[in-house]
């Protein structure tokens, strides 16, 4: 690779940027901005994937950026997610600060090898000789009714790998924030985004989040929710609707690292009710939700009846005409709540 040139750069297009004076945007823009503002600031950071060059990738995250950065930081990779992953990982041991875009999560599994046995385990094979300071990014999960494994779940089985962060944001700000704080970390993370929530525009978060830590979208004291991705948005329109009609209020937290979790946040906000309900889109077998169940058992002894986990079914996602009967919906988050608040 030619040695890296600093670019000369125009932010003329990358007008998103959300803070507090901003108006509402969506998370593709946030992500755009996020990877604009690291790769001006760090010339050593990168991104390489299939399709992100001129095409901008599947969903255009990545638009403009070759026109800015070009080639040589932003680089179409070939049709190989092991070659990718194991791109990034010498990438990172060379110094540079590499994003690697997969189009779905699901395509990821067959890199699961380079990152279950290189890239999480790097800083303690070396001794802290070397790092490892990668993002794997990747959309995942429903709402764009692709087929089959397009429209999967599966961020478990990243979060089950010790040395690997998991991060999912549920906002375009908490995206912004959140892709930076990971590109900025010295360890890998793979950063999952909830295509559901690509292009719907919301407000920005009163406070910026920080990567390992719960976040408190909405207090309340009568139930606690627990969630993480597309199903924050869902959570926070059901906590509206129980407050406005049933003046009952439900605290929504927002579990957006999944590795390692922020076991102090989850147990500080599951004692402000002791009615708690665990909301993903992922199957409940083997879910992080069942490490979240455990650990607030375990820590505060909670009755089982006033507890609940509510996750997909332990099935093949069905194809797009039936996904929204496969993953929770509005009225069996109602009806999980009833139940514990009964």
Known sequence: MPPLKKQTISTTIFMHKPDHQTACMHMVQALNQALYDEMSADETTLIAGQ????LGGVFRVTQ??????????VIDTPISETFQAGFGIG?????L??????????FMHS??????????????????????PLVYRAPYGSGVHA????????ESLFSHIPGLKVIIPSTPSLAYHLLRQAIQSDDPVVFLEPTKLYRIKQEPNQRPPKLGEVYIHREGTDATIFTWGAMTYEALQVAKIYETQYQIKLMVVDVSTLNPLDEIGILQAAKASGRILILHEASAKGAVGNDIYYLIHRHLNINAKYMRQLGAPNTICPYYQNEHLFAP?????????NEILL
């Open 51 to 54: 399709d992100i060059g001129r």
């Open 64 to 73: 403009n950026l070759l026109d800015h950065f070009g080639p040589n930081r």
């Open 91 to 95: 990438l990172a041991t060379a110094g």
């Open 97 to 106: 600060r590499p994003i690697i875009e997969f189009q779905f999560l699901a």
């Open 111 to 132: 890199a699961l090898d380079q990152m279950i046995a290189h890239a999480s385990r790097l800083r303690h094979r070396t001794r802290g000789q070397l790092k490892c």
């Open 147 to 154: 087929p089959e494994h397009h429209s999967e779940s599966t």
């Open 329 to 337: 919906n509005q009225q069996s988050i109602m009806s999980a709540i």
